[in-house]
């Protein structure tokens, strides 16, 4: 069974600093593309970092990039987010999701983590 688990969310002060985790299990985490997304009230669900099976080529949302770093352990089966400079505006529900191209393209995603950026 397939299961993506994110946590490291929380309450984080303007300017403060978060690192989510994505600990998955249930498929070949070193197969599938992964990325975190993001949700905010009353907004569509907007994609944050992607990073490809071996982390050797990351993809930034313009509005995270330079504040965000995206990495992945193949050997734990986790991915990871550092969130840096936060702004209330990046208050939302993080999710990660696993992208599988073999035998078809699929994807898989975790249940999220609350992010809340204020004072």
């Known amino acids: 069974q397939v299961h993506l688990v994110e946590s490291g969310g929380g309450l984080v002060q303007p300017g403060g600093s978060l690192r989510l985790s994505c600990l998955t299990s249930?498929?070949?985490?070193?197969?599938?593309?992964m990325s975190w997304y993001r949700q905010a009230p009353g907004k569509e669900r907007e994609l944050v970092a992607a990073?490809?099976?071996?982390?050797?080529?990351?993809n930034y949302a313009s509005s995270m990039k330079g504040r965000s770093t995206i990495s992945r352990d193949n050997a734990k089966k986790t991915v990871y987010l550092q969130m840096n400079s936060l702004k209330p505006e990046d208050t939302a529900v993080y999710y990660c999701?696993?992208?599988?191209?073999?035998?078809?393209?699929?994807?898989?995603w975790g249940q999220g983590t609350q992010v809340t950026v204020s004072s």
């Open positions: 990073i490809t099976s071996d982390g050797g080529s990351t």
């Open positions: 999701k696993a992208v599988g191209l073999k035998p078809l393209w699929h994807e898989y």
């Open positions: 249930g498929f070949i985490f070193s197969n599938y593309v």
